[in-house]
């Protein structure tokens, strides 16, 4: 069962469109991350939120943690081929003793072409 | 400042061999978790290691274990390696609310 539901897996499309990502839970996080992923390299840092109902921008990047800690999406607008790549949520849960420990979703496969 | 480190960048081992791997946190970071990345997926949590010992541990069997070292540098220890070893191993260094990973370790056992 995996704890974080990340979708879609893949998503093709052409420069210029916007896109979505989701990633979604039964369980409630005191804090999640987005990553992005080159190919062989390890994920690299987009953004932290911790609290709920908030919202991030980073440049064309919004992102959106639910108002109950349980959801989180991305939003890129306007996409460029130097988007391309693996993105991944990942959540710390809430309560109990999981002293930081990470736990992914299945990461977007995002391709944005020229 | 530099960030986490890992080596070797890759390592090719056959079946039944043991393999090491070694990370280095970010500065000022005291806690290392290492996690294990099939091809195409998301990254899965071996352990985490703070004040050199293991304070917690993802569904891995005992034949991954490991090490931190007083100045926070850890080592991930893989025994009788198998096929379905085969993979990106991540390590990182962590701050309040958030990891930061190095750029992994490609094993791959033939």
């Known amino acids: 069962t995996q704890l974080l539901e990340q979708s879609p897996q893949f998503l093709s499309i052409q420069e210029g469109e916007n896109l979505t990502v989701y990633c979604n839970s039964s369980?409630?996080?005191?804090?999640l991350q987005w990553y992005r992923q080159e190919p062989g390299e390890g994920p690299v840092l987009l953004v932290t939120?911790?609290?709920?109902?908030e919202v991030k921008k980073l440049k064309r990047l919004t992102f959106q943690f639910g108002d109950a800690r349980k959801d989180s999406s991305l939003h890129i607008t306007a996409a460029q081929p130097g988007d391309t790549g693996l993105y991944l949520c990942?959540?710390?849960?809430?309560?109990?003793?999981?002293?930081?420990?990470?736990?992914f979703g299945q990461g977007t496969i995002l391709t944005v072409h020229p | 400042d530099a960030g986490v480190t890992q080596s070797p960048t890759h390592l090719i081992k056959t079946r039944g061999q043991q393999v090491t791997l070694r990370c280095s946190p970010k500065?000022?970071?005291?806690?290392v978790s290492w996690y294990q990345q099939a091809l195409g997926q998301g990254p899965q949590f071996i352990f985490q290691?703070?004040?050199?010992?293991?304070?917690q541990r993802g569904n891995f069997p005992d034949r991954f274990s490991g090490h931190q070292f007083p100045n926070y540098s850890s080592e991930l220890n893989v025994n009788a390696l198998l096929l379905g070893d085969s993979a990106l191993y991540l390590c990182?260094?962590?701050?309040?609310?958030?990891?930061?990973f190095g750029p992994g370790t490609r094993l791959t056992v033939l």
């Open positions: 290691y703070y004040e050199e010992e293991e304070r």
């Open positions: 990942a959540g710390v849960k809430s309560g109990g003793t999981s002293y930081g420990k990470l736990t």
């Open positions: 369980s409630v996080f005191s804090s």
């Open positions: 939120v911790v609290t709920g109902g």
């Open positions: 990182a260094s962590s701050s309040v609310n958030t990891q930061y």
């Open positions: 500065s000022g970071h005291d806690t």
